[in-house]
């Protein structure tokens, strides 16, 4: 067998390694590909469409993840049968089928307890007007291929054959790193302009390059996005949010132009840096904050699904700063207020994208109270600063704990030790008065209907004005029972 030597200091020894161990773990993705062909969904169905004379092949998605060694969720396929037919195959081997997408010619099933999805293949057309294609059925498997959005996603595999079918180069792409469209980028992105997100969402997912033509349409074709609706864009903003690294997509957004049409906030965040004053580079940083945020996340929380609000809300904490900036004699700058800003302008702009309101109003309450632990680490703060800091966070503690610390990136060292350590003594303390006093629903020790008895009133404003009364002494000096807090507010009542 022939040996390849090839000098470290050789100018493509590098490129040419990469390349190599790109080539050696392909071979493992086809290996994979092959096991995978062979499971029971995959076999059960292929037989069933081979018998009624009809081609299968898996598609998208599981023949790339297959390939690059990363867990296979789910099944897609496409097929030469049309949906009538599809329904009619599948009924004798599952147990569930539903058609909800039949006028795109997509039958779901149910198959030996997994969920699959086939399609007639597909040959669409678009007006350049809106996002919704015209509907045409093909006939052959290449022509569906194509029209995908990238070819690493244009990849298929025929069942039970196991060819592989890779019009444009998917394979290559795969090993090379790189995203890149099945067809002229700026034809691919002007029939559906969402594909354009999703380059920033699969080059974070996939951890891939994207093809600087790709890039240059992006950047060329940005105001497209126009056609989209908010609700689809929001689905890839999540979406991209979820992945392991967003950053990557993020600046892919933010370099072509395409964030600024629908987050322009996160942009705005590349404040103009006046050579006299002199402050942190907020989008840098607050991409360095949703990185730690992040990692903080899945070090306590390993298990968990992505934390979507506590992610958007790390990213958007600053987007008050452009606002409220102001540039102080001496070469300071200030930003007052612009935690409160910020929330308001989060909460305009997710209701834009049409988010739900529970995730718009975490993700509101967590940029206005970002700011709220710094005093603490000014100095220590009483029990009653601690238990209304708990109130206030509510069920937002504990993402209000992970961004708090990841809002640390300064270089200092000794600062930032100073605040982990007041972060870590804050938890502590907050452990401590939850074990002794159930923190976490802290209210008054007489309701309201108790406080209209001993003051003899009606409903009304006086009534919230006692409860409220009831509930600082409560937050001030803890639980001091029933009877003492009837005496106090008895004597509130007298001396008001």
């Known amino acids: 067998m022939a040996r390849l030597i090839l000098s470290a200091r050789h100018p493509d020894a590098e490129r040419v390694l990469g390349r190599l161990v790109g080539m050696l773990n392909m071979a493992e993705g086809v290996a994979r590909l092959g096991a995978l062909a062979e499971s029971p969904v995959i076999a059960t169905l292929a ?28 099944l897609d396929f496409t097929t030469d049968a049309r949906p009538d037919d599809i329904l009619r195959i599948v009924k004798p081997v599952s147990t569930a089928q539903w058609d909800i997408g039949r006028a795109f010619g997509t039958i779901g099933a149910r198959v030996r307890g997994e969920q699959v999805e086939i399609t007639t293949y597909r040959a669409d057309s678009y007006d350049g007007v809106t996002r919704k294609p015209t509907v045409e059925f093909g006939d052959m498997i290449e022509g569906d291929l194509v029209r995908r959005d990238f070819t690493v996603n244009a990849m298929a595999l025929r069942v039970p054959g196991r060819t592989l079918v890779d019009p444009t180069g998917g394979v290559e792409d795969l090993v090379r790193g790189v995203l890149r469209t099945p067809v002229d980028p700026a034809i691919s992105f002007g029939d559906d302009p969402l594909r354009m997100l999703r380059a920033a969402r699969f080059s974070s997912q996939l951890e891939f390059a994207v093809d600087p033509a790709t890039v240059a349409a992006i950047t060329e074709l940005r105001a497209s996005l126009g056609i989209v609706s908010p609700e689809r864009i929001q689905s890839e903003l999540v979406r991209l949010l979820q992945t392991r690294d967003p950053v990557r997509g993020i600046r892919l957004l933010v370099d072509t132009g395409l964030m600024q049409e629908f987050l322009p906030e996160v942009p705005a965040l590349k404040l103009e840096v006046d050579e006299h004053h002199h402050h ?116 937002e503690l504990e993402r209000l704990h992970i961004l708090t610390r990841a809002d640390v990136t300064t270089r200092n060292k000794r600062k930032a030790a100073r605040l982990a350590g007041a972060y870590d003594d804050i938890e502590r303390r907050i452990a401590e008065l939850s074990a002794q006093e159930e923190l976490d629903s802290i209210r008054p020790e007489i309701d309201g209907n108790r406080i209209q008895e001993i003051l003899g009133i009606a409903p009304g404003r006086e009534v919230g004005e006692a409860y409220r009364w009831l509930l600082d002494l409560r937050l001030d000096e803890g639980v001091i029972g029933a009877d003492e807090a009837e005496r106090r507010l008895r004597e509130w009542w007298r001396t008001r």
């Open 280 to 395: 942190k580079d907020v989008y840098e940083h607050s991409l360095t904050v949703l990185s730690q945020a992040i990692e903080l996340e899945r070090s306590r929380h390993p298990e968990s699904a992505p934390d979507v609000p506590l992610r958007i809300a790390a990213l958007l904490h600053d987007i008050g700063k452009p606002a409220t900036r102001r540039l102080e004699p001496g070469g300071g700058v200030t930003f007052h207020h612009h935690d409160v800003k910020g929330a308001r302008l989060a909460r305009k702009r997710l209701q834009a994208l049409r988010f739900d309101t529970d995730t718009t109003n975490s993700v509101a309450q967590l940029i206005e109270q970002h700011l709220r632990f710094f005093g603490y680490a000014e100095g220590a703060w009483t029990d009653s600063a601690v238990r209304r800091y708990v109130r206030d966070a509510g069920p």
């Open 47 to 74: 037989l069933a469409f081979a018998d009624a004379g009809f081609d299968l092949a898996l598609v998208g998605g599981p023949v790339r993840d297959a390939l690059l060694g990363r867990p296979v969720n789910d």
